[in-house]
C-alpha cells in the first residue's frame, strides 16, 4: 500500500502513522528523515542538499525529488509506505505519481478554532522530548515532565498568532494537492476530532478496504 497523510499541523498525522507502521507493516517516510538519511549516508543528493541546509535556504523540488526517488527503492518499504510531508506541491504530486504512484491519501481534518486550542495547550519535555497536553494530557505535576521529572516548555510557535499564521499558508499549499488528488479519486477525508482510538479506526477503515 502506498500512502501518502495530509493534515494541518496538530492534525495527528503522526501519531496515527506511526500506529499504521505498527499494524500493517507499511514504512513511515517524512521529508525530514529522507532529508537527513541523505546527508548521513554521503549520497550524492544528500551532499547537494547538505549545502542548501546549511546555509538555510530551502531545497529546491527537483532535488527533494530525487531524494525521494532514492529512498522509495529501499528494501524496507517493499511492503507500502506512508508519506508525511511529502509531497508539498502539485509539481512533486505530479514528478511523484511518475516512479511510485500514490493509491490512497487520507487527509485527517480537523477544525482550525481545534487545531489551534491542540497547538497553544502543547507543552514538550526538555530532556526527554515527552509531548503533554495542558487539558487533554496534562502531566501530574504542573510543568514537570511525569516520565523523566524534566521541564516542560511551550514551542515559541505555539503561541495563537504564530499557529494560526500556520494554518493559513497550510491551507494556501495544500488546497491544490487536495483537489489534485481530489479529482483522481484518490483523497479521502476521515474526521480527526475525538479520542487517538476514533481517530486511528475512520483511517483503518480506509487502509484495511483497500
Known sequence: M??????????????????????????????????????????????????????????????????????????????????????????????????????????????????VERLTGRRTCKSCGAIYHLVHNAPAAAGVCDKCGGELYQRSDDNETSVRERLGEYDKKTAPLTAYYGERDLLVRVDGQGSVDDVYDRVKAHVAGS
Open 2 to 115: 502506498k500512502l501518502m497523510l495530509l493534515g494541518a499541523p496538530g492534525a495527528g498525522k503522526g501519531t496515527q502513522a506511526k500506529r499504521l507502521q505498527a499494524e500493517f507493516g507499511l514504512q513511515q517516510i517524512s521529508t525530514g528523515d529522507m532529508l537527513r538519511a541523505a546527508v548521513k549516508n554521503e549520497t550524492k543528493l544528500g551532499l547537494e542538499a547538505k549545502g542548501f541546509m546549511d546555509s538555510g535556504a530551502l531545497v529546491p523540488d527537483e532535488l527533494v525529488i530525487g531524494i525521494v526517488r532514492e529512498r522509495l527503492t529501499s528494501d524496507d518499504v517493499a511492503n507500502g509506505f506512508i508519506l508525511d510531508g511529502f509531497p508539498r506541491t502539485v509539481a512533486q504530486a505530479e514528478a511523484l505519481q511518475t516512479f511510485a504512484p500514490l493509491e490512497k491519501v487520507i487527509e485527517i481534518h480537523v477544525p482550525t478554532d481545534a487545531v
